[in-house]
């Protein structure tokens, strides 16, 4: 498959696994004055249209090499680390995970999306369960201040964070699903499971703001923390 996306649509989040469908990209009326890149599908699910100059970038820890340049299901990277240095700071990007593989957690994410209608996509590909992130104690996705900068436009979709190590008493403040301490805007958690964590979710800005940040049509279950951990 091309990572040549100008003519192609990809829905995420249904139940049962989606993949890309050939089609025009579709054009908002002009009276509108503006591309509506995304939106709702007619099942409610977000859609997410590709810019022209989008960047696919394909994560396989099962097949992948950190030695390939991840630009199709045939060519992926192995780790979420290698991935994200190949994402575009500023880009429409996207970075999918192979449905059914297990990856460490994402670490500090860095990188910022054009606009609320371009924004980077991390999501899945492929049939099968939702890609597992396994990130034990650690904070699954992290997102910190540093130098006034803000963390904009992201869509997270379609994966499964687990704190597969946490045993109720050996975790501390940061052990969290999505961990979002960075100021940012135009954020959207779908179709995300997110279990057994301290805290789940976590949207705390540190000396700043986050605004629009839509978390739905996703599980979030069974977090839990003892006094020796902090409150949860």
């Not at 993949?19 to 699910?45: N, Q, S």
């Not at 979420?80 to 500090?108: H, I, N, P, T």
């Not at 052990?175 to 958690?189: E, F, M, V, Y």
């Amino acid at each position: 498959m091309s990572d040549k996306l100008s003519r192609r649509e990809h829905s995420f989040g249904a139940r049962r696994a989606r993949t890309y469908k050939p089609g025009p990209v579709t054009l908002a009326p002009l009276e509108l004055r503006r591309l509506f890149a995304v939106g709702l599908d007619p099942g409610g699910w977000t859609q997410v249209t590709p810019a022209e100059d989008t960047r696919v970038i394909y994560v396989s820890s099962s097949s992948g090499n950190d030695a390939s340049d991840g630009s199709s299901p045939s060519r992926p990277v192995r780790t979420l680390q290698r991935a994200q240095a190949l994402v575009r700071d500023g880009s429409a990007d996207w970075m999918l995970l192979k449905r059914g593989d297990s990856f460490e957690a994402f670490g500090d994410w860095r990188k910022r999306g054009r606009s609320a209608q371009e924004p980077i996509l991390i999501g899945a590909y492929g049939q099968g369960e939702r890609p597992r992130i396994l990130s034990g104690t650690r904070p699954g996705f992290l997102t910190l201040r540093r130098d006034g900068r803000s963390i904009d436009n992201l869509v997270i979709a379609s994966l499964d964070f687990r704190a597969h190590t946490y045993d109720h008493f050996n975790g501390d403040g940061a052990t969290a699903g999505l961990r979002l301490t960075s100021p940012g805007r135009n954020i959207t958690i779908e179709d995300v499971r997110v279990a057994g964590y301290k805290d789940n979710i976590v949207l705390d800005p540190v000396g700043g703001t986050l605004s629009n940040v839509l978390i739905r049509r996703s599980q979030v279950l069974d977090a839990h923390a003892a006094r020796t951990v902090g409150n949860g």
